[in-house]
């Protein structure tokens, strides 16, 4: 196997990070279950997509998550946390 | 072949995105309708995972996984599988095609190793050897 060049995109960037993807996109304050932003929202959805496809040919640093703001996508949610043992 | 957890499994990318074939893995639960659900009464998670064709009717796809609310992707599965999307950029020119072959899974489990060591290795044999991707986007729930 020579492998296989993939994009992730999450929206749990802490959690994600922690696999250490080789490249990943967070699509800031978007909710779990809107990936790729909010149904019928196929503008918005197309740019999410356009830019995570855009990091395959960007000089990006394997295994950090890359964040980019879509205002358009409206109100904002907070990511999952990883939960650390005491 | 075992996969390093130290190391980042960094792949090249090293073609123009209009020349290439895209895939798209996700983890969130999605399968065609006529395709047998995730078995989610299995407290264990399931390790199986669904093809889905590149000319798939997006209405003929859902989600089986009770790890997210998925109420948006059964509105609009383009919103954790975006093959409609993908489909528009290939009708731009801004890839060169949709792959052959993308994969559903359920990304919730407590069986980690056969999920990293089984169940990933089948997914990515599958895309390797028939979806004819050049490049794959993976989505979560």
Known sequence: MKGIPTVLITVSPEVSAQMRPPRALYPKGFKIGNSLGRPGMRDLQKKVLCDALNLMTQNTRPGEVVTIEYPEYGEQYEPPHVKTLR | ?141
């Open chain 2, 1 to 141: 072949m075992t996969i390093s957890r130290k190391c980042v499994p960094f792949t090249p990318f090293d073609r123009e995105l209009s020349k290439s074939t895209i895939a798209i893995v996700t983890a969130g639960g999605v399968h065609l309708k006529d395709q047998e659900a995730f078995n989610i009464a299995d407290e264990l998670g399931d390790l199986t995972y669904r093809e889905i064709p590149p000319d798939v009717d997006s209405s003929q796809l859902m989600v089986t996984h009770h790890h997210y609310d998925h109420s948006d992707a059964d509105e609009d599965i383009n919103v954790v599988f975006p093959i409609d999307v993908l489909r528009d950029l290939e009708s731009e020119g801004f890839i060169g095609g949709v792959a052959k072959k993308h994969i559903g899974y359920m990304g919730y489990t407590m069986q980690l190793k056969a999920m990293y060591e089984g169940t990933a290795h089948e997914i990515a044999n599958e895309i390797d050897r028939g979806s004819r991707a050049d490049a794959v986007v993976l989505t979560g729930g």
